[in-house]
C-alpha cells in the first residue's frame, strides 16, 4: 500500500522546514508519516483532498470519520500539505516527561499538550465553531455514536442530560473550559496518544 | 479428606433414600422388624458431606471473627490469617487424631476448588483494561513464567553441585527444572488474596493478575514436560520430545483458550433463550463455565485458562442476556463461591503444612529456593520490563516493577503439583515438598503482610475511584473513534485499529447472533451509563429523605422504556449497597451541585408536569394497539410524557407477561398471583402482533379531544400524584392484607376485559411508587383511614379504596380512575407487583 517515494525527495521535504512543518515529532515517524502521506496521495498532487482520505477503508464506517477528516481541512481549504497533516497528527503524539519538565513558558504550548487534544475532541462536537457544544451538537455525536437501537427520544434525554451534567454556567451548553473540566479526571495524554507517533 | 468427601456429595441423596426406606416400611416380609427406633444416630450416612459443610462453617466462622476486628484485618491480610488458623487448626486434629486428616488434596483443589475461584475472576474481568495491556501481560505470563522456572531450577541446580545442597537431597538437573516450573507461577489465588486489599492502580493490578492467570498454561505445560521427562530418564529424552515440549506449549495455552472461547460461545447462545425460565440462568451460567474447566481439564490443557477466556468472552452477552435478577444471582453466587473456595484452600494449605511425614527439610534448598525466586522474579521483571517499555505507550516506572517482582505469590497450585509429584521417579518429592510450603507461607504470609506498607510508603498510585459520567463515557467512545481513525490515516494497524474492527464485527455479527433481540437494542455503553446515573439519582435522591425533591425526584428516572429494569436495581442496588462491598456507595455521595440539581428539578418537574398527561391520552388512544413503546417520532416535548407513561406500562408488561423487556419480576409474581399471569400472558400475546407501535401511530384526534389536563393542571396533578405515591404504598400494603384473602376466596375468573390492561396509563401516576417504598414516611400510616363507603369496585374493594385517597386528590384524573375500575383483574395484578416491591424491600 505504501510505495517508496522517489529517494531524492525525502530528504529535501523534510530539510526544507522540519520544525515548521513538524513540530517535535521524532525524524522516523516524520519519515512514516511522510510516506503514508505519498501512499494517500495517490496520484501526486503534491497534497490531499477530502476524497483522498476518504478513500481510507476504515474511516468511512468510523461513526466520527466524516468529522475527524475535516478536522484535517481546517477553514474550509481543501487541500492538505504534508506540514498541515503532520501538525493535526502530531496532537497524538505521547506526551513525554520532558515536555512537561522545563519546557520554556515563553514558548507556544506544545501541539501535543493536554489542551491540545482536548480541543481536538472539542471541535469535533462544536460544528458551529462557536465555542460551544449545544445540546443540537451533542445530540447529533450521540446520534452517530449510539447505535441505532436507541431511540431518538433516548438520545434526546442523554443528550440533556450529558449537556446538564457539564454545563456550568447554566448557559445550555458546554463550553470548553466546561468541555475540560468534566474530563479533568481522565488521563486524556494516554487516551488521546498513539505510540508510534513519538 | 475433601478429595474423598465430594465426590461423595451425589451419595447424600442415595444414602437418604437407604436410609428412609428401612424406617418406612419396617414391616417388610422376611426382615422381623427391628422395632421402631426413636432416635437413631446415622453418622456414617452423612459423614461425607457433614465434613464438607462443617469445614465451609468453620471457615466462615473464621472470616467473620476476623472482621470482628477492623485493625487486625486492615493490617494482615486474610489469606495469612486463614492460613495461620489451618495451622492450629491442623496442630489440634493432630494431637486429637495423632494423624494429619484434612488435608489439600490435589485432586480436590484442581476439580473443586480451583475452577470457582478463576472463573469468578475471568467472569469479573475488568475486559477492557485486561486487552489494553494484553501485551505486556502475556510477556510476563509466557516468558516471565518460562524465565522463572528455568533459572531457578538451573540455579537450585548449580546450589547443588556446589555442595550447599546436603547430598541426601538426590535430584538430578531434571527433578530441579521439574521443581523450579512448579515453584515458579505466580498464584492467582494468592495474587487475588493479596491484591483485593492493597488497591493499588489498575494497570499495575491487571498486569500481576493476569499473568498469574495466564501463566498456567506454561505451567503446566512446564510441568507436564518435565515430569515425562524425569520419568523417561534424562538418557532417553531426544530431540523431538524438546520439539513435542515446545509444541505442546502452543496446543496448550492455544488449546484451553479455544475450549473457554467454544463454552463461552454456547453459553452466551443458550442465554438468548432462557426468556421463559429465567431461573435457570444463572445455573448455564456455572453449568457450562465447570463444563469448559473440565472439558479442558480432560483434553489435558490449561483449564484455567479455559475457563478465564470462558468467563471473559461471555459475560458481555450473558450480562444482556439474562434478567436483573439472574445477573445478581451470578454475582452473588460466584462472590461467594470463591470466596468459600478461597477460604477453604487457606486454611487447607496451613493444615497441611503440620503434616510431618511428608515433608523433608534442608536448609540449603529451602533458603536457596527462597532466594532464588525473589532474586529472578525481580530480574525477569525488570529485564522483560525493559523491553516493553521500549513498546509501551505509558511506560512501566520502577515503582510499579518492584511492586510487581514482590507481588509474585507463589500459593496453592505450587503446592498441589508439587504434591502431586510421584516419589518413586523422583526421590527428593520429600524436600521439594518442604520448600514449597515454606515458599508459599513466606510469600503469603511475608509478603502479604509487608506488600501493604510497601504500596504505601512506595507511593504506588493507587486505584482511583471513577465517578462516571455521561461526558466521560460518550468522550471515551469519541476519543476510541478518534485514535482509531488517526491510525487509519497514519497507516499504521496497531491496537485501535483492531480493537475498532473488532468492535465493529461484534456490533454486526456476534451481538446479533448472542443477543436477544430486545437486549441487543438496549445494550449500548452510553446508554448504560446514563442509565445507571439515572439510577444513582434516584437513589441518592431516597438516600436525602427524598423531601425537598420529592415532586421532581420521583420523576428523576424518567428514562425510556427500560424503566423496570431500573427500578428493580434501584431496590438491588440499595440491597447491595447495605452489604458493605459496595462500589457504588461512593457514587452516590456524589451529588451533583445545588444548581444543577435545581436545573433537574426544574427540568423534570416541567417534563412530568406538562407533558405527561398528553401522553397518557396518547395511551387510551392506542389502548388496543400498541405494546406500550414509544412511538419513535414524537417530538421533543412529547417525549418526556412518553418516557413516564412508557416506565409504568412496561413494568405491567415486563411484571406480568413476557414480552421482550426483562422481566425480573416475573418469578416472584408468578409466585403470589398466577391466575393474573396467565391472563396477562395472553394480553401480551396478542400485544406482541403488532410489536411497534410506530405501524399504528397512536391516532391524535382521539387524543387532542380527552386532553383536560392538557396545560396547567398537569402540573398541579403531577405534583399531587406524587405526593401520594407516598401515602398509598402503606395504605395498599394494609388494603391488601385485608383484601388478600377475599380475593383467593373470590377465584375471580382473572378480567374480561384483557384489552383494557393497556388502560393503564391513566394510572401511571400511581404506578411510579415503586420508588416511593423505597422512602416510606412510615409517620403516614396514622394519618390514613380507610373510607370504605368509596370501595365500589366489585370484587376488589381494596384496590379502589386504596384508589380514593388519590381519587380525592386527583380529580383531574377521575374520569379515567373510573375506567380502570372497569377491569379489577388488572388493578389486582397491577397491585400485586407493588407489593411485591414493598415486601422486598
Partial sequence: ????????????????????????????????????????????????????????????????????????????SLHLDFPGFVRVLARFRPVDDEDNGNRDPKEPEPLNSRMNKLRFAFQLYDLDRDGKISRQEMLQVLRLMVGVQVTEEQLESIADRTVQEADEDGDGAVSFLEFAKSLEKMNIEQKMSIRILK | MLRAALPLLGLPLAGAGATEEPTQEPGSPGEPPPGLALFRWQWHEVEAPYLVALWILVASLAKIVFHLSRKVTSLVPESCLLILLGLVLGGIVLAVAKKAEYQLEPGTFFLFLLPPIVLDSGYFMPSRLFFDNLGAILTYAVVGTLWNAFTTGAALWGLQQAGLVAPRVQAGLLDFLLFGSLISAVDPVAVLAVFEEVHVNETLFIIVFGESLLNDAVTVVLYKVCNSFVEMGSANVQATDYLKGVASLFVVSLGGAAVGLVFAFLLALTTRFTKRVRIIEPLLV?????????????????????????????????????????????????????????????????????????????????????????????????????????????????????VMSYGGLRGAVAFALVILLDRTKIPAKDYFVATTIVVVFFTVIVQGLTIKPLVKWLKVKRSEHH?????????????????????????????????????????????????????????????????????RDAISFVDQGGHVLSSTGLTLPSMPSRNSVAETSVTNLLRESGSGACLDLQVIDTVRSGRDREDAVMHHLLCGGLYKPRYRKDGMANTEATNGKPPRDLGFQDTAAVILTVESEEEEDSDSSETEKEDDEGIIFV???????????????????????????????????????????????????????????????????????????????????????????????????????????????????FPPSLAKAGR???????????????????GHEDHTHLSPGTANSHWCIQFNRGGRL
Fill in chain 2, 671 to 785: 409466585a403470589r398471583a398466577t391466575s393474573e399471569v396467565l391472563q396477562e400472558g395472553k394480553v401480551s400475546g396478542s400485544l406482541e402482533v403488532c410489536p411497534s407501535p410506530r405501524i399504528i401511530p397512536p391516532s391524535p384526534t382521539c387524543a387532542e379531544k380527552e386532553l383536560p389536563w392538557k396545560s396547567g393542571q398537569g402540573d398541579l396533578a403531577v405534583y399531587v400524584s406524587s405526593e401520594t405515591t407516598k401515602i398509598v404504598p402503606v395504605d395498599m400494603q394494609t388494603g391488601w392484607n385485608q383484601s388478600i384473602s377475599s380475593l383467593e376466596s373470590l377465584a375471580s375468573p382473572p378480567c374480561t376485559q384483557a384489552p383494557a390492561m393497556t388502560r393503564l396509563p391513566p394510572r401511571s401516576l400511581v404506578t411510579e411508587e415503586p420508588q416511593a417504598p423505597l422512602n416510606l414516611p412510615s409517620d403516614l400510616r396514622p394519618s390514613f383511614a
Fill in chain 2, 286 to 402: 456455572f453449568l457450562l463455565a465447570y463444563a469448559a474447566y473440565l472439558t479442558a481439564e480432560m483434553a489435558s490443557l490449561s483449564a484455567i485458562l479455559a475457563v478465564t477466556m470462558c468467563g471473559l468472552g461471555c459475560k458481555k452477552y450473558v450480562e444482556a442476556n439474562i434478567s436483573h435478577k439472574s445477573r445478581t444471582a451470578v454475582k452473588y453466587t460466584m462472590k461467594t463461591l470463591a470466596s468459600c473456595a478461597e477460604t477453604i484452600i487457606f486454611m487447607l494449605l496451613g493444615i497441611s503444612a503440620v503434616d510431618s511425614s511428608k515433608w523433608a527439610w534442608d536448609s540449603g534448598l529451602v533458603l536457596g529456593t527462597l532466594f532464588f525466586i525473589l532474586f529472578f522474579r525481580a530480574l525477569g521483571v525488570v529485564l522483560q520490563t525493559w523491553v516493553l517499555n521500549q513498546f509501551r505507550l505509558v511506560p512501566l516506572d520502577k515503582i510499579d516493577q518492584v
Fill in chain 1, 1 to 76: 500500500m505504501e510505495r517508496a517515494p522517489g529517494s531524492g525527495r525525502v530528504p529535501r521535504v523534510l530539510a526544507e522546514s522540519p520544525s515548521a512543518c513538524a513540530p517535535a515529532v521524532s525524524q522516523a515517524s516524520l519519515l512514516r508519516l511522510y510516506h503514508r502521506f505519498r501512499a494517500l496521495d495517490w496520484n501526486e498532487k503534491g497534497y490531499l483532498s477530502r476524497v483522498d482520505l476518504q478513500q481510507i477503508g476504515a474511516l468511512a464506517v468510523n461513526p466520527l470519520g466524516d468529522r475527524i477528516i475535516d478536522s484535517f481541512f481546517p477553514d474550509g
Fill in chain 2, 796 to 814: 376488589s374493594h381494596s384496590e379502589s379504596s386504596a384508589d380514593i385517597p388519590q381519587q380525592q386528590e386527583l380529580q383531574p384524573l377521575m
Fill in chain 2, 467 to 535: 465517578k462516571p459520567t455521561l461526558n466521560q463515557e460518550l468522550h471515551e467512545h469519541t476519543f476510541d473513534h478518534i485514535l482509531a481513525a488517526v491510525e487509519d490515516v497514519v497507516g499504521h494497524h496497531g491496537y485501535h485499529y483492531w480493537r475498532d474492527r473488532w468492535e465493529q464485527f461484534d456490533k454486526k455479527y456476534l451481538s446479533q447472533l448472542l443477543m436477544r433481540r430486545s437486549a441487543y437494542r438496549i445494550r449500548d455503553q452510553i446508554w448504560d451509563v446514563y442509565y445507571r446515573l439515572n439510577i
